[in-house]
């Protein structure tokens, strides 16, 4: 754990980021890619015919929030489970590839890898298949991942959970893990789905998207500025319910939104940009969130720089990590803790 005072200046807090270890518990998957070429239609069904020219698997999930992690200058521990199968093969090859540590990843027979494959041509992204199940772990699985979790904590300058509703992470595991967290006086962070939504009581920092903020909480709300009395409505009774130090939400194209106690309420825009994809944005802005958290930065200031990285890998195409450079100097652009 890191106990130095927060850094004063962004490169310091950017050569900072170099020092820290960070655990992710959560759903990891593959993203396979199919890319060809579809002229024409099927003899026997009115789908395309897809001439394959390349294929390619990446990382995805709380893999590439460790990907993430890592272009930081960071020291990802990912602490998850896998099948016993080619998917889980081909994670743990590029795991290998991209120099990332494994030893908290579990195997099982009892479940596949979370695999899932897009069909893409002219541009056009045709049809994704999901291999994956969506079950708590059994019994055997739940206990391995604790043992993983447990070995690895001690290590940690800050937790992230990424949560993809796949079964790895329930209410029980994550009161726990929280727990050990809060004992050790390791800060966590979250990155929630729907069905452990209400789970991470007392977490460090909690990141919803408004639709995940919606949905977790069961209301209904829009998001213009006529709506922001209940959306702050909304983040209140989060408050009440879950009691984080730090609620920080993303609201897309809106920028985002913190509230802690020290700090009070942060609204930051979004910075004009060419947006090419939205994909893995959640998953840079909530590792970018967590080494900030990790250094005891204010929450404005974690709240700023995760949304412009967030909004720096939108203007890539697919998932990819941030560029730590490229970050800084925008940050420096646009005056951040200057």
């Not at 990891?28 to 002229?39: E, I, P, R």
């Not at 298949?129 to 991942?145: G, K, W």
Request: net charge negative; glycine share 8%.
């Amino acid at each position: 754990m890191s106990t130095a005072a927060s850094p004063a200046t962004l490169p310091a807090v950017f050569d900072a980021f170099n020092r820290l270890t960070v655990l992710i518990v959560g759903d990891v998957m593959m993203d396979a890619y199919v890319w060809g070429k579809a002229s024409r239609l099927s003899p026997e069904a009115p789908v395309p015919v897809v001439n394959v020219s390349r294929t390619e698997q990446r990382l995805g999930g709380a893999a590439n929030v460790a990907l993430n992690v890592q272009a930081l200058g960071a020291t990802p521990l990912l602490c998850a489970v896998i099948g016993e199968d080619n998917g889980g093969d081909q994670l743990l090859e590029l795991l290998r590839d991209k120099d990332l540590s494994a030893e908290g990843i579990v195997r099982s027979a009892a479940r596949p890898t979370t695999v899932k494959q897009r069909i893409l041509a002219a541009g056009q992204h045709l049809l994704r298949i999901d291999s994956e199940v969506e079950t708590d772990l059994n019994v055997l699985e739940a206990r391995e991942l604790q043992a993983r979790y447990e070995a690895l904590i001690s290590r940690a300058d800050v937790v992230i959970f990424e949560d993809y509703d796949k079964g790895v992470l329930n209410a029980g595991s994550i009161a726990y893990f929280i727990e050990l967290a809060r004992q050790k006086g390791i800060p966590t962070v979250v990155d929630p789905k729907k069905k452990n939504f209400l789970a991470y009581q007392h977490c460090t920092l909690f990141k919803p998207n408004l639709k995940e903020l919606r949905e977790g909480l069961k209301l209904e709300f829009g998001d213009t500025d006529a709506d922001r009395p209940q959306f702050e409505a909304a983040v209140a009774r989060l408050r009440e319910l879950l009691l984080p130090e730090i609620v920080l939400v993303t609201l897309s194209e809106r920028g985002v939104f913190s509230e802690s106690k020290q700090s009070g309420r942060s609204y930051i825009p979004a910075h004009l940009r060419m947006i090419s994809d939205v994909s893995g944005a959640g998953d840079t802005v909530i590792s970018i969130a967590a080494l900030c958290v990790a250094l005891g930065l204010e929450p404005p200031v974690i709240a700023a720089l995760a949304n412009l990285g967030g909004g720096l890998v939108c203007e890539q195409v697919g998932v990819v990590p941030i560029e730590k450079q490229l970050l800084l100097e925008e940050a420096q652009a646009t005056g951040l803790m200057s």
